[in-house]
């Protein structure tokens, strides 16, 4: 029986899929509400720069390809290529551009007196969470981030972009 239908001799269809499609509910569970799901680790907040090709420098140093998170340095003169969590390595930046048309926006008063109260409201149900047992809760909001890589043949030299929220910055990599 192979849900819910009756059968005979499965592997002779080769249209018929001896499994799901798509993941099932177990034991009354639904997908999504296991606590793996709600209280994982929360993802990365640096976008993702994937490598088709493998990197190297003049000096004989490799960078695999594969799929690396892109750090901007504090003071915002080095990218920094960063896999599982380690620095693999660091780019310098030789632009920088920061979109201040929103500032205005975000820092007036009544957008400050709504965070406040927001945050104000996120505190309570903490507060009452904390009480039953249950962890925290961080109403974060999604940050548009990006990250690219193209290889520049005239200068023969790999640019990288990075771009997070409103700030921008390209580097380069010399081939």
Known sequence: MLEGVYVDNIMMHSE???YPTEPQISAGL????????????????YPTLSLVDELK?????????????LALSDERDFLILIQSKQAL?????FKVEVD?????????????????????????TNAKREKQGL????????I?????????????????????????AWGAIKG
């Open 16 to 18: 018929t899929r001896v």
């Open 30 to 45: 639904v997908v999504g509400t296991q606590s793996f799901y709600k209280y994982g680790l929360r993802e990365s907040s």
């Open 57 to 69: 420098d003049a000096y004989g140093n490799v960078i695999p390809a594969g799929h690396y998170e």
């Open 89 to 93: 390595a660091i780019i310098p930046v």
């Open 100 to 124: 201040m048309s929103e500032y205005a926006q975000v820092h007036d008063k009544k957008s400050l007196k709504k965070k406040k109260k927001e945050e104000q409201k996120i505190a309570k």
């Open 135 to 142: 962890p925290p809760i961080n109403e974060e909001q999604d």
């Open 144 to 168: 548009y981030q990006e990250a690219s890589i193209e290889w520049i043949p005239s200068g023969s030299y790999y640019l990288i972009r990075y771009e997070r929220d409103d700030v921008k």
